[in-house]
């Protein structure tokens, strides 16, 4: 599904660019759960900007295949057709974009791409309620405008919905536990658990093991300066969370 | 005393010269006309020196000569009204080259107390009502493309309210040029009395070519009300100016709103001045330049009067080599207490070589005044751009979704009127269409 190859990646221009992803090396493979870990700075959110295609890094080399084609080949909206989907850890507001109109304007671009036919109001409607209920979204937060006058935990609710709404192959979940209590948590999480899927891979990115209580992951991650530092089952994240980051840090 | 004469104005004073022999006119009028020539005469164009003009090329004007157009008649099917209509129950009045088009024009039934007709008519059976559109201003402002209306113009409109007359159909007026490289001077009036409340549509298109300079006067009595919408879609070789000027009394409410995305070289002047205590005014617009099209909006009102609120958004978008001006003034002169008055303009710029020039201006004379003003000037928001783009939206739908909200919202806050919003609304997303920076 996903093959990162020695990636290494800068952010900033000229004399000031930073490099960040220092030879990331990391294989996802379809239905796969893989969780991210790392601590502030450690290039976590760097790497699923770079998945995305979020302007404002540069990849200096190192490759990225996304079923067997060349990601970093795509433009974004590009990417986000052939189905990958980013939850923001700070999703957008945007003023006088209707939350609807701006769902069903993405969806049957995707559709589209897809060679599915093009909802209409009504039939958009239909999908929307049944979506909604998986993540207790009221549907007043649909007609207010994109993430605008949201609560943290309603903005990251949003960001599932629209993933359940999408139907990703790939979803990269940036942070997507920062700035949730338990009860915000556990909504969230168990709309990601019932978006799992044999053909949908997930890519967890989170500071802290408390996420992966409430989504299983088959695969756990460190990332330490850039690249991945340490690998293994789901009992590595609770090793991590006892003695914290810090004993890796002569390795980063 | 003599007085001078600028040089540049020497076609149209021929031009008077030869449409006086024709005009069977009452000799009040003549008098007026004759009084604003004089003025024109001696103000002649103004230069980039005037501080008013400062941002303003005119050489497309002064360039040429425009003769003013004389009346005609062509097919209706040729004019290509529909895109420009709001109600199917407006009392509507069509013109032509500033001339009212009586077969193309339904008024309807109007309402006791309400008057609606040409300004033609208005002169020779209510000079009461004529003289009451007529302003001082003509003789005494340096407006010199206002006063040249006041000499030369053909006809207009005249809506006039008794006190407490409540007109509910909107009032559309269509102004359509049909010209050639002619001048086009329409001058209309809306007079309403305390109490009374309309809803009034201009519309400015044509084929091209032409300068139209327009005039309107509106006058609010205590408690009288009127939204105002005004939109401006020549074609992009035509120039336009047009001039507004209203006054309010004690308790009056004027909500307007502009939509420039016509001509080649436009200007709007809207002039309120707030003579009665606790009126509101409503000056808002948008204007959606590309190509090479100049748009100045200038706006200048005046609180005399305590207690009086001024809400007044601007927004501007623009690509290609477009140039945007806004010059926004609000006074409060010296007795003017309590006044509530805030100015915004906000400007996205789409392309390398767009350009705004914004000057908000507040000057303050009383106490106990809230006042704001403030401008900004940039680029569609790149984190809003991404965030629609890793949904799947391409780059160009997401450029024009952002568009479309930023000037949607300047309709959407500013204009109650539930028929007029769609419209312009309509209006918008035609422009959008068109668009190459979206």
Known sequence: ??????????????????????????????????????????????????????????????????????????????????????????PVEIPGVNNMYFLRSALNAVRKSRGENELDAGQFLKAVREKLKLLDIGEDLLQRAVNVGFSGGEKKRNEIFQMAMLEPRLAILDETDSGLDIDALRVVATGVNRLRDPKRSIVLITHYQRLLEYIEPDRVHVLGGGKILQSGDKSLALELEKRGYAHLGSAA | ????????????????????????????????????????????????????????????????????????????????????????????????????????????????????????????????LALAGYDERDTTAAQPFASLNGALFSDGFVLALAPGAVLDAPVEIIHVGHAGAQSVHPRSAVIAGPGSKATLIETFYGSGGAWTNSVLRIELGAKASLDHVRIQDELPDAIHFGVTRARLERGARYDGFTLTTGARLSRQD?????????????????????????????????????????????????????????????????????????????????????????????????????????????????????????????????????????????????????????????????????????
């Open chain 2, 1 to 128: 005393m003599s007085v001078a004469v600028k040089p540049e104005t020497a076609p149209y004073l021929e031009a008077f010269r030869t449409q006086e022999g024709n005009a069977a006119e009452p000799d009040w009028l003549l008098d007026r006309r004759a009084a604003a020539l004089k003025q024109f005469a001696a103000l002649g164009f103004p230069t980039r020196r005037d501080e008013p003009w400062r941002f303003t090329n005119l050489a497309l004007l002064s360039r040429a000569t425009f003769p003013p157009a004389l009346a005609s008649k062509p097919e209706k099917h040729r004019l290509a009204l529909e895109p420009y209509l709001v109600s199917q129950a407006a009392h509507r009045i069509v013109l032509v080259n500033g001339y009212v088009v009586s077969a193309l024009s339904p008024i309807g039934r109007l309402p006791k107390g309400v008057w609606l007709g040409s300004t033609t008519r208005a002169i020779a059976e209510r000079k009461d």
């Open chain 2, 270 to 438: 809207v002039q309120v001045t707030i003579e009665g205590e606790g009126a509101h005014c409503g000056v808002n617009g948008a204007y959606l330049l590309r190509g090479e099209q100049e748009a100045t909006t200038a706006t200048v009102i005046d609180h005399a009067a305590p207690g009086a609120t001024t809400r007044e958004v601007f927004k501007g978008v623009i690509e290609d080599r477009a140039h945007g001006v806004f010059l926004g003034r609000i006074a409060v002169r010296p007795g003017a207490d309590k006044t509530d008055a805030h100015q915004l303009n906000r400007n996205l710029l789409l392309s390398p070589r767009a350009a705004v020039d914004t000057k908000p201006e507040l000057e303050i004379l009383a106490d106990d005044v809230k006042c704001s003003h403030g401008a900004t000037v940039g680029d569609l928001d790149e984190a809003a751009l991404f965030y629609l783009r890793s949904r799947g939206i391409d780059e160009a739908a997401a450029r024009r979704m952002l568009i479309e909200a930023f000037a949607t919202d300047a309709i959407e806050t500013a204009v109650s009127v539930g028929e007029l919003r769609a419209h312009l609304c309509r209006r918008l997303g035609i422009w959008l269409e068109q668009s190459g920076s979206a």
């Open chain 1, 1 to 90: 599904m996903l093959d990162i190859k020695s990636l290494h990646a800068t952010v900033g221009e000229g004399t000031d660019a930073k490099e960040i992803l220092r030879g990331i090396d990391l294989s996802v493979g379809a239905g796969e759960v893989h969780a991210i870990m790392g601590p502030n700075g450690s290039g976590k959110s760097t790497l699923a900007g770079v998945l995305a295609g979020r302007p404002g890094y540069t990849v200096t080399s190192g490759k990225v295949l996304y079923e067997g084609r060349d990601l970093l080949a795509l433009a974004a909206d590009e990417r986000a057709r052939q189905g990958i989907f980013l939850a923001f850890q700070y």
